[in-house]
C-alpha cells in the first residue's frame, strides 16, 4: 500500500538549516505532488510549498519563500525539503504528502508519519 | 492569500449526536475544498474532497457540502472515534490554505 515515510527527529540550533526526507512506497514518487505541511504544538496545520517530481518544479508560500527548497531523487522514490536560516518559531512537525488529482479535484490522501524538528540554542 | 475560518472553533458534543461545522473562504473557490481529521498525535486523514465526494474508505456519516465561499461538514451520528480536529483545505489557488480548525470534544 502506499507509505510515505519520513526521516527522524532533528534538533538544530538558531541560523542553521535542517533537511527532511520523505521516501515514497507502494507508487512511483515521479505520478504524483509532493506537498510538504508543518505543525506547531498545539497549533494548526500550516502548508509550506509544493513539489512536481517529475518536473522538478516547486513553489511555496511567501511566509517561507528563500528559506525553503524541495527537491526530488526519483531513482529512490525520496523527496526532500530543506529549511534554512532557521528561527525559534519554526519549531514544528513537518509532514509531507501525496496530492492526488482526479480530474480538476486535488487532495491530499497520503501522508508521511511527521518529523519534529526543533529550533534551540 | 485565500483565508479560510472554521466555526466553531471548539464543539463540545456525544456520541450519536449530529454535528455540522463550517468552513469560509474569503473568496470564491469553487468547489476546490477538502476536509480532514486529526486525531491528537495522529496524522491528518483525508475524509472529502471536492467540497461533497467521500474519500475511499471513510464511512458514510460523513457528508460535506457547499460551494463558492460557504462549506459545510456534518457527522450524522457521531462516534467515539470521531472526537478530533477537523480542518478544511482549499485546492483553488497557490498557496494553499488550511482553516483554523475545529476541536470535537466530548
Known amino acids: 500500500q502506499v507509505q510515505l515515510v519520513q526521516s527522524g527527529a532533528e534538533v538544530k540550533k538558531p541560523g542553521a538549516s535542517v533537511k527532511v526526507s520523505c521516501r515514497a512506497s507502494g507508487y512511483t514518487l515521479a505520478s504524483h505532488d509532493i506537498h510538504w505541511v508543518r505543525q506547531a504544538t498545539g497549533q494548526g496545520l500550516e502548508w509550506l510549498g509544493w513539489m512536481t517530481p517529475d518536473r522538478g518544479s516547486s513553489g511555496s508560500g511567501l511566509k517561507l519563500q528563500g528559506r525553503v527548497a524541495m527537491t526530488t531523487n526519483t531513482s529512490i522514490n525520496t523527496a526532500y525539503m530543506e529549511l534554512s536560516s532557521l528561527k525559534s518559531d519554526d519549531t514544528a512537525v513537518y509532514f509531507c504528502?501525496?496530492?492526488?488529482?482526479?480530474?480538476?479535484?486535488?487532495?491530499?490522501?497520503?501522508w508521511g508519519q511527521g518529523t519534529l524538528v526543533t529550533v534551540s540554542s | 492569500d485565500i483565508q479560510l475560518t472554521q466555526s466553531p472553533s471548539f464543539l463540545s458534543a456525544s456520541v450519536g449526536d449530529r454535528v455540522t461545522f463550517t468552513c469560509r473562504a474569503s473568496q470564491g473557490i469553487g468547489s476546490d475544498l477538502a476536509w480532514y481529521q486529526q486525531s491528537p498525535g495522529k496524522v491528518p486523514k483525508l475524509l472529502i474532497y471536492?467540497?461533497?465526494t467521500l474519500h475511499s474508505g471513510v464511512p458514510s456519516r460523513f457528508s460535506g457540502s457547499g460551494s463558492g465561499t460557504e462549506f459545510t461538514l456534518t457527522i450524522s451520528s457521531l462516534q467515539p472515534e470521531d472526537f478530533a480536529t477537523y480542518y478544511c483545505?482549499?485546492?483553488?489557488?497557490?498557496?494553499?490554505?488550511f482553516g483554523g480548525g475545529t476541536k470535537v470534544e466530548i
Open positions: 471536492a467540497a461533497s
Open positions: 504528502a501525496r496530492v492526488r488529482c482526479v480530474g480538476d479535484d486535488c487532495f491530499a490522501d497520503s
Open positions: 483545505q482549499q485546492f483553488n489557488r497557490y498557496p494553499l490554505t
